[in-house]
């Protein structure tokens, strides 16, 4: 794909593998930062054209060959707000703050979470001490976590601090562990996965390991306790930071996070060592069972080694105690 200008996209030729796609099919395959929503909103506003020839129908018949046009509007996001949201900090001090994200909560600005994210509760916090590296969207922010794992996070003040941090993320030094419930039992119980992470071929939401392209990624893992051979509290340790690697890698070795509708496999053949009185129960379990636990790094300015744990929200903790993994 070729950015003739910063709004408008050229796409590569149609090959005999898409003769006869909907348009709006083959430009959300091809455009992958876009939804096929998205897609059939542009087509619709006539900003998609093949030669010059407006083609404003979704359903127009991709021909061999054929290179399409589309412009896309630049976004008009408003700048995130202060917002006066409860933060659980776990530290502070001029330089930086670490927070136990809980659940739920989005940690920057986004389409259609513009309100209620890590970012707005912590402009309110911390008024204009916030590093500006990151850019307007995302001032302080040098790593994430998924909307719906929980965990420790921190956030740099100034850019100092940022620059430091960011330089031992990059260097892949900065020490996380994370918890997870699954499915069954590793095998082994303790181990290494290293296997490259990339966008999935089936499905534009979803990460998977591919055996050609995508990015180096490596988990260590170890069983802390098991529920029989139905599931598992697991320890994962990054060696890397690829999106959703815990997940996929997890659900590589057939062993998926309970909660995890993402990646969730079969759901009848997950819960089949699971007891009949807690399927309603996992079944229900909102979010994937997933926690950032500990964090460590060395603070950039003072240059010492400060770690971090954190407790167990209330439901990942039920979750064990139901399974008798507490």
Do not use: W
Not at 71 to 100: F, G, Q, R
Not at 115 to 128: E, K, P, Q, S
Not at 158 to 180: C, K, M, P, V, W
Not at 226 to 243: F, H, K, Y
């Amino acid at each position: 794909m070729v950015q003739a200008d910063s709004n408008i996209v050229i796409t590569p030729e149609a090959s005999a593998e898409h003769k006869g796609l909907r348009l709006d099919k083959f430009l959300a395959q091809v455009l992958p930062n876009v939804s096929r929503s998205q897609v059939q909103r542009l087509i619709e506003q006539g900003m998609v054209s093949c030669d010059d020839d407006i083609l404003a129908d979704n359903s127009f018949k991709v021909r061999l060959g054929d290179s399409y046009t589309v412009e896309i509007p630049p976004a008009e996001e408003a700048d995130p707000e202060p917002e006066d949201i409860s933060l659980d900090v776990v530290y502070e001090d001029e330089d930086l703050i670490v927070v136990n994200k809980p659940a739920g909560m989005t940690v920057h600005p986004a389409p259609g979470a513009y309100h209620g994210t890590l970012v707005n509760a912590l402009l309110f916090h911390c008024r204009d001490n916030l590093s500006g590296i990151g850019g307007v969207k995302r001032p302080g922010i040098v790593h994430r976590i998924d909307k719906d794992t929980s965990g420790l996070l921190v956030v740099a003040k100034n850019d100092l601090t940022h620059r430091g941090l960011a330089e031992q993320f990059a260097e892949h030094s900065i020490e996380r562990t994370y918890h997870a419930v699954v499915y069954g039992v590793p095998t082994p119980l303790n181990g290494r996965i290293e296997e490259n992470i990339g966008r999935s071929r089936f499905d534009r939401k979803k990460m998977a390991v591919v055996e050609a392209g995508g990015k180096a990624a490596a988990t260590n893992y170890k069983t802390l306790k098991a529920c029989g051979m139905a599931a598992s509290l697991v320890q994962c340790n990054l060696e890397t930071g690829r999106t959703h690697q815990i997940r996929v890698h997890m659900a590589h070795i057939g062993c998926h996070l309970i909660g995890d509708q993402l990646y969730e496999k079969n759901r009848k053949s997950c819960l089949s060592g699971i007891d009949s009185g807690l399927k309603d129960y996992i079944i229900r379990f909102p979010r994937q069972a997933l926690h950032a636990k500990s964090l460590g790094f060395i603070h950039p300015r003072q240059k010492k080694f400060m770690q971090f744990d954190s407790s167990y929200p209330l439901d990942f903790n039920e979750l064990c105690q139901k399974l008798s993994l507490a």
